[in-house]
């Protein structure tokens, strides 16, 4: 089949329990830094851009380098990628932990996400050569799991421990502990690689990499430095060129890191559209909610994330549901519901407002989590299945840096629609100066300005729950379309 593995025998239920046990802590620390934030800023005295590139960073590169860690996977290896990811990962961590200024800690950062991007290619790719058929779907359904499990726990993980047990070090140390006796397991692993490999795409990885980070450097400096600074604009510029210089460069190439041809097919379309929606109507939310929970009602890091459970707890319980359902309901109906579900949560809670019950709120952060969780059981397992099983890397890598490309844009995006909304709103009565600032510390998770302020930052929020909706809504019937023709069950 293409493939080289190794020829003693390997229980699948160990490749499972490695993969899922390391994949749980990466949406730990992605999700949980957005909670330590104004710990971090007050710890290392930072600005607002400099603290949001804590979060930035690490969705940026684990974006960026995914599809090329997909390639590498299937050259030297899934198990040694996979093994590499774990390391890595754990070191930036460490890193983070022990950082004495805002700059180290952001390269740590930068350099867990690369780690991590390891670590979800080569153990997406280890599970798609571990099992077959049903099995595979299983699989991945449990994967989809230990991911919503990250989810739900990593908010209220940064909580304790930013709030009561020993600040956002602790939170950057006990994730890289945690993980480390991983390494230990994988050796016990199956290796396995494409046996006709193709070397890495070094000029579109560069393409990629720096259009995606200009992209991102654009829409987190553009409402500090203005939309019309020299920087913002030469970054969206540079952005435009190199995505026209990637497009080229990967039509042109005998082994591209992207096969953008395949984008032409309206089902693989449909597939890679998903994480990009959804990267709007629920990571950028898990991101965002906390700040706006600490800024308005007062809450601490700890309470802001026992409140988000009810938004990350659907996704422990509907991949498994899903999962086990999926062989007999259209790939067709689980993604446009997934949508749909988002959609519906995210206009129905624009209920929220300052010293908003818990349930008055319950429903709308159900709904949209119960949605996420639809395709935390599905997609993976769709993207990975659609190739032969000598480019599982491949496919894993495309899939997941279109997953993590639309996180990155999405928290830039939402996060920049809130602060320039906000900041018009105090404006007209504060002047531009004064209503940057208290902008700058609402968007942190802090208390300040009072009544106008937390009025001007709620219909901000609105605003971008209002933009979500419509997102959604219009994926959803993209998603139907492009999905009508060879639908299947």
Wanted: glycine letters at 12%; aromatic letters at 6%; a neutral charge.
């Amino acid at each position: 089949m293409g493939v080289i593995a190794a020829p003693r025998r390997v229980e699948p239920g160990l490749t499972l329990f490695a993969v899922c046990a390391a994949i749980v802590l990466v949406p730990v620390t992605a999700t949980g830094a957005s909670l330590a934030l104004p710990d971090i800023s007050g710890s290392l005295a930072t600005s607002l851009s400099s603290a949001q590139w804590v979060v930035n960073a690490f969705f940026l590169t684990f974006a960026s380098f995914m599809a090329i860690t997909g390639s590498l996977a299937d050259l030297t290896g899934r198990r040694r990628m996979f093994a590499a990811g774990i390391g890595l990962f754990c070191a930036a961590m460490l890193a983070a932990a022990c950082a004495p200024a805002i700059g180290v800690l952001i390269a740590a950062r930068a350099l867990a996400g690369i780690g991590a991007a390891c670590v979800i290619t080569g153990g997406s790719a280890l599970l798609a050569h571990a099992f077959e058929g049903a099995a595979r779907t299983r699989a991945f359904g449990v994967f989809g799991t230990a991911i919503g499990l990250g989810l739900a726990f990593g908010p209220l993980a940064a909580g304790v421990l930013v709030t009561s047990l020993g600040g956002w070090r602790m939170f950057f140390g006990i994730a890289a502990v945690v993980v480390l006796p991983l390494l230990g397991v994988v050796p016990k692993l199956a290796e396995s690689k494409d046996a006709h490999p193709a070397g890495p795409d070094w000029p579109g990885a560069l393409a990629f990499t720096l259009g995606l980070s200009l992209f991102v450097l654009a829409l987190v400096e553009g409402p500090e430095l203005g939309w019309d600074s020299p920087l913002v604009l030469a970054s969206f510029a540079g952005f435009a060129v190199l995505l026209a210089g990637f497009v080229a460069i990967e039509r042109r190439a005998e082994h591209p890191m992207i096969d953008v041809s395949l984008f032409a097919q309206p089902r693989f379309l449909a597939i890679c559209a998903m994480p990009v929606l959804l990267g709007f109507g629920f990571v950028a939310l898990l991101i965002v909610l906390p700040a706006y929970f600490m800024a308005v009602d007062g809450m601490s890091a700890l309470a802001a994330g026992l409140l988000l459970m009810l938004l990350t707890g659907p996704t422990l319980v509907v991949p498994v549901v899903v999962g086990s359902i999926a062989h007999r309901v259209s790939q067709r109906l689980l993604l446009v519901t997934t949508l749909v579900l988002v959609a519906v949560g995210a206009a129905w809670l624009t209920v929220v407002h300052p010293g908003a019950e818990t349930g008055e709120i319950a429903g709308p952060l159900l709904c949209v989590g119960a949605g996420f969780g639809v395709s935390l059981a599905i997609l993976d397992g769709a993207a990975v299945s659609s190739v032969e099983p000598a480019r599982a890397g491949m496919a894993a890598g495309v899939f997941n840096t279109m997953r993590l490309g639309g996180e990155s844009v999405s928290i830039a995006v939402l996060g920049s629609l809130l602060a320039a909304v906000t900041q018009s709103r105090l404006g007209s009565g504060l002047g531009p100066e004064r209503a940057g600032a208290i902008t700058a510390k609402l968007l942190q998770g802090e208390m300040t300005g009072g009544a106008p302020a937390a009025a001007a930052y709620t219909s901000a929020l609105h605003v971008g729950l209002w933009t979500i909706a419509a997102i959604s809504t219009l994926g959803a019937i993209a998603v139907g379309l492009l999905t009508k023709e060879g639908e299947t069950a």
